[in-house]
């Protein structure tokens, strides 16, 4: 097929761009990936033990409050009514999480109402209540308190970022509500679910068209294949979802990412914990959390007599790992600003996702950073001969 766009990798932003130009433009696309299947982190498959649905990359939960993205994904899916939620062992003792009236209370053996609760809590905050911190450690402070920090967020952000919770953004703190009613959902968002059918059921549908062609196992960067960036890129308009900084082949420095090692085991019986997630709140567990992945599908005909856990190990990515989260260091950050300039010079080729952007973001925001970029970029580029990249 001779491909009016190439698209490099077949995550969510790859495969939105792919749809919508083959769909809404009825151009030919070819998608090229370097893993063996589509879909990247989002990827799911049945696990050969026990045909339970199992997350290869960490478990993925649908929830957004975008209603164009909710409509948009809706065309290729329909989501269960799982509701998210997450609990916590501490000193052996569950809670729930995030931080809402119940732990409170179980956490103080107290029957607090919202209002003692909040003062109780402004309180334990101490001089760094009202105020609005930098980093994470005073930012936790301020939210909860001390003796709940401690108990629950310190030494979890320990292990989940190895780094000084005094040098990291406030910004990963404010993910996590704090509410003081007995709400214990883990999302905000006005919309949550899985699909219905699995991930790969979904993934598939997006690209069910004679004019997506993909080859898998193919890296963008090999020059022994012909799809290759050597001669590809001024020829014909890529999109490219794989990691800044090897696109420039590091020349502003790596950018610095940490990855999850996951432990299988297969416990023999039907239920290990009860629930999907259970966090390590404390530092003598080496793992920060448990993922049971047959009770996000409640609904499903699952065996009885066994199940599968993963526990998850924290840690800088090195050069070969799997780039799951960001750090964001002021090094990596001063790097950000050249890869950008480069990127935007770089005429032809719209740089977009997670990798391609150096930023987290959850399902919902890498499909609708890939809607509106098909809107800004990409359709006024072949409609009307604008250039791709975001420059000029
Ligand atoms: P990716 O999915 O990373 O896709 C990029 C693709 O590019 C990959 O398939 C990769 O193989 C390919 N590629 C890279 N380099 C090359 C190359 N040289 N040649 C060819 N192909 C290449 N989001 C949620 O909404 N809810 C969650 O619960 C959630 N949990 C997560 C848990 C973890 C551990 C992680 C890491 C992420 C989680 N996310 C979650 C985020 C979600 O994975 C992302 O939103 C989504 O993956 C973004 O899609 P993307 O297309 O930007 O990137
Ligand atoms: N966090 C924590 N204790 C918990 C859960 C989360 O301290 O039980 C902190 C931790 O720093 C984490 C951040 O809150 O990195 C964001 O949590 P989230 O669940 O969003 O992290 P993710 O699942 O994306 O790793």
Redesign the pocket.
């Known amino acids: 097929m001779e491909a009016d766009i190439v698209i490099?990798?077949?995550?969510?932003?790859?495969?939105t761009i792919a749809e919508r130009c083959a769909n809404e433009l009825g151009l030919k696309v070819l998608i090229?990936?370097?893993?063996s299947h589509?879909?990247?982190?989002?990827y799911s498959e049945a696990d050969p033990k026990t045909g339970i649905e199992v997350h290869k990359?960490?478990?993925?939960?649908?929830?957004t409050s975008n209603e164009r993205v909710w409509e948009y994904v809706n065309r290729f899916t329909s989501f269960t009514p799982y509701v998210h939620k997450v609990y916590t062992n501490h000193r052996g003792v569950v809670y729930s999480m995030p931080i809402n009236l119940g732990t409170i209370n179980q956490f103080f053996g107290a029957a607090y109402g919202p209002e003692e609760a909040r003062a109780l809590i402004q309180e334990q905050a101490g001089e760094l209540s009202g105020k609005d911190p930098e980093n994470l450690n005073d930012k936790g402070i301020s939210l909860i308190g001390r003796p709940l920090y401690e108990a629950f967020i310190k030494e979890y952000t320990g292990k989940q970022w190895q780094t000084d919770p005094k040098e990291l953004p406030a910004s990963i703190i404010s993910r996590l509500p704090v509410r003081y009613n007995y709400d214990n959902r883990y999302f905000n968002d006005t919309y949550e679910g899985l699909p219905t059918e699995g991930y790969t059921a979904w993934i598939n549908k997006m690209v069910e068209h004679p004019n997506i062609e993909i080859l898998t196992d193919?890296?963008?960067?090999d020059e022994s294949q012909p799809y290759s960036k050597a001669a590809l890129v001024g020829k014909k308009p890529v999109i490219y979802?794989?990691?800044l900084d090897?696109y420039f082949d590091y020349s502003q420095g790596a950018l610095s990412w940490r990855t999850?090692d996951f432990e299988t085991e297969y416990p023999e019986c039907g239920d290990y914990q009860g629930t999907s997630v259970m966090n390590y709140a404390d530092a003598e567990i080496p793992f920060t959390r448990i993922i049971e992945p047959r009770h996000f599908h409640p609904e499903r005909d699952y065996p009885t007599d066994k199940t599968i856990i993963m526990k998850e190990y924290s840690r800088f990515a090195e050069a070969n790992d799997e780039p799951?989260?960001p750090i964001n260091s002021d090094k990596d950050r001063e790097a950000l600003l050249e890869y950008r300039r480069l990127a935007e010079q770089e005429d032809g080729v719209l740089f977009?996702?997670?990798?391609?952007t150096y930023q987290?973001?959850?399902?919902?925001?890498?499909i609708g950073s890939a809607l509106t970029a098909f809107d800004n970029k990409v359709a006024p580029h072949f409609r009307d001969g604008k250039p791709l990249n975001s420059a000029k």
């Open positions: 490099v990798g077949s995550g969510f932003f790859g495969l090229v990936e370097k893993r589509i879909g990247g982190n989002a990359y960490g478990a993925h939960l649908f929830h193919t890296d963008f960067f979802t794989g990691p090897k999850i799951y989260y977009g996702g997670r990798l391609g987290y973001l959850d399902m919902h925001m890498a």
